[in-house]
């Protein structure tokens, strides 16, 4: 079996996304099952050029992971002569110009959401990508989720008959700071600094939405910051000046109505952080991380509203477990494996920063919803 090894420039493994979800349960988690197996008796060995602002995080992150390669330097990161991918998960704000750079030096590229801060530059970025000829890919993780694989899964089946509505509920109660520490960097808080809920999440819910139930035809927003002052890693107070919570409705291909919460200022009374429920003509689901539950027709039960008597069912065991069937990986990892397969084989690769820019788009369109006080189309992107 011949090895073959690609060099991967990982910019942002410092922070909490790249750190945990790429080098560590994707990267490094392949190179522990013995490299990504090409099918063709050639096994694919990814080599991390790590590459950040602070030498000493890097060395110590290297050191503990027994990796060679490491620079504070992204010029000297993309010409050393094993790099063929760069990776970005760095700050949404400083994605733009890093990616541009990896382009010119004729980079393939795979980058977290959102790809950039506004739908010109990550359009932009998908054109010069295109241009350049080089692989690209935006990380679409919750797509390769065991719940979201369940539910489209059953979109597939034809469980549904005519999809009706789509509800979806995100959030959790991130602290503010002050008695006890934010779980979340203080830069989600801040506008100024590429935070807020829709910047966020709503390039999550462009794609679910799409690949999942019907293209996003329209979007209304109504957003609020509502913990309007929090303490940073540094215990200041700083002023959060943007939106906390995202309360958004979407109108979907075939007169799907899809609504869905996003709140930082919410407590938790859901079986997991994300949950979604579909209710179509013969049947309906609710789909989490990892699980997904589903009713059909002919086991809907037949309540009555009478606010006089208690409730006398149990609604929620009326449900039914969709069962495995397969197994899950994680989901950034299959996700890298994709891409992996795609830059060194040619296969179908279909999560580019075209599918990216849409992310953007539908939370530019969110945000100026917000603003203005109504719904908006959501037009094609072509390049
Ligand atoms: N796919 C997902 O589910 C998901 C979840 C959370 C975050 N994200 C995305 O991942 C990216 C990183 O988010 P995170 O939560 O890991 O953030 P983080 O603050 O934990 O990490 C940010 C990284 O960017 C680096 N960086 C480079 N320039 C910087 C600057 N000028 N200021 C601050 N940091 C700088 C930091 O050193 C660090 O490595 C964001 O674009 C975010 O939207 C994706």
């Known amino acids: 079996m011949s090895r073959r090894v690609i060099g991967i420039v990982m910019n942002g493994v410092t922070g909490r996304m790249g750190y945990r979800q790429h080098l560590v349960r994707s990267i490094l988690a392949i190179r522990e099952q013995g490299g990504l197996a090409l099918g063709d008796g050639e096994v694919l060995w990814p080599e991390p050029i790590l590459v950040g602002r602070s030498a000493h995080k890097l060395k110590e992150l290297a050191d503990r992971h027994g990796l060679e390669h490491w620079t504070t330097s992204l010029d000297e990161a993309l010409a050393h002569p094993l790099a063929e991918i760069y990776f970005d998960a760095q700050l949404t704000q400083v994605r733009e110009p890093a990616i541009r750079t990896a382009i010119a030096a004729g980079k393939h590229i795979y980058t977290e959401k959102p790809t950039a801060e506004s739908l010109d530059a990550a359009m932009e970025l998908a054109r010069l990508a295109r241009e350049a000829g080089v692989c690209n890919g935006a990380v679409q993780d919750k797509l ?4 979201l694989l369940k539910l489209k899964r059953l979109v597939d089946g034809g469980f549904f008959g005519r999809i009706l509505s789509v509800r979806g509920e995100f959030g959790y109660w991130v602290f503010e700071g002050d008695w006890q520490q934010a779980q979340r960097p203080s830069w989600n808080y801040r506008a100024e600094d590429g935070g807020g809920m829709i910047l966020d999440m709503f390039p999550h819910w462009r794609y679910v939405l799409d ?3 019907a293209p ?3 979007v209304y927003a109504h957003t609020a910051t509502h913990i309007p002052e929090r303490v940073d890693e540094r215990g200041r107070t700083y002023p959060a000046t943007a939106d906390d919570a995202a309360y958004g409705i979407f109108e979907l291909d075939g007169g799907i109505t899809a609504q869905i919460n996003s709140s930082w200022a919410v407590r938790v009374d859901r079986d997991e952080l994300v949950e979604f429920q579909i209710d179509g003509t013969e049947g309906s689901a609710v789909a989490g991380l990892r699980n997904c539950r589903f009713q059909h027709r ?4 037949k309540p009555v509203w009478n606010p006089d008597l208690p409730v006398t069912e149990s609604f ?6 969709v069962p495995d069937n397969a197994e899950f990986d994680n989901g950034f990892k299959v996700q ?4 992996l397969k795609h830059v060194v084989t040619g296969s179908p690769y279909h999560w580019d920063l075209l599918q990216g820019a849409k992310g953007v788009q539908l939370a530019e369109l969110g945000l100026r919803s917000a603003r203005e006080g109504r719904r908006l189309d959501v037009p094609a992107l072509e390049i």
């Open 298 to 301: 002919a086991a809907t039960p």
């Open 316 to 321: 929620r065991s009326q449900w039914q477990q």
């Open 144 to 147: 390769f989720l065991p719940g």
């Open 216 to 218: 996003v035809r329209s």
């Open 336 to 339: 890298w494996e994709l891409f």
């Open 211 to 213: 690949n999942v139930v």
